[in-house]
């Protein structure tokens, strides 16, 4: 099925990118799953949208012996008046929507990632250093990584900042869209780094074409990323 936009009434309303992008997911570990040997890599989603927060359980667990409470010396709770925060706010959380591939002989190491952009990646300039700096992350470890950004509602080119970032020449760099799909694979061969990638626009209307995601040190699938968007709309019932 061609891309819709999924940031814009009508379809915004009847198949939300949260929706979308919460089905879609498991559709991609669903592929990687079978199309990978299951006694060496498995694909795991990661899900964190907006202020959803996630948070280990250790977060809330007391140290042995810690009271809950400060008491008085009859016994009693005592009672403490909260002091005045020097700054209250309501804080934007970024909203992440991806799948890692972990290598479960060495330890869940993650080997290749795929990262699904959000409105609040390209919104302000901070959230996009920080999209960039983690795509960069990745690449200088070593880890496939692709990025999917169909987001029509802002018309920051994450990838174009990227290669500005990597002092990437020009032919490596897309023209001037909102939305593309893209792969990266950082390598580094008798002490020279390499950095291969495979971008590529992507248009409401058009087919969203397949990407090579890499596994460090290991093979690479090919991301069908057209037939898990299909099977994830028609679970939405579109």
Sequence with gaps: MPLLDHFHKPTETRAPWASVGAMWVPRIVRLLNRALPRDRYVALAKLHLGDRAEADVSEFELPDGAPLHQ??????LATLAAPTAIASFEPEYETEISVQVNDIRDDMRV???IEFVSPSNKDREQAREQFVGKAKSYIKAGIGLVVVDVVTS???N??????DLLHGPARSR?????????????????ARKRLDTWPFPVAVGQAIPPVPLFLKDGPFVSLDLETTYTQALEDLNL
């Design 71 to 76: 008491r008085n010396g009859d016994g009693g």
């Design 111 to 113: 080997v290749a990632a």
């Design 154 to 156: 802002r018309h920051a």
């Design 158 to 163: 994450l990838h174009n900042e990227l290669m």
């Design 174 to 190: 897309l023209p001037d869209v909102p939305c593309h799909v893209a792969a990266y694979r950082g390598t580094e061969d008798d």
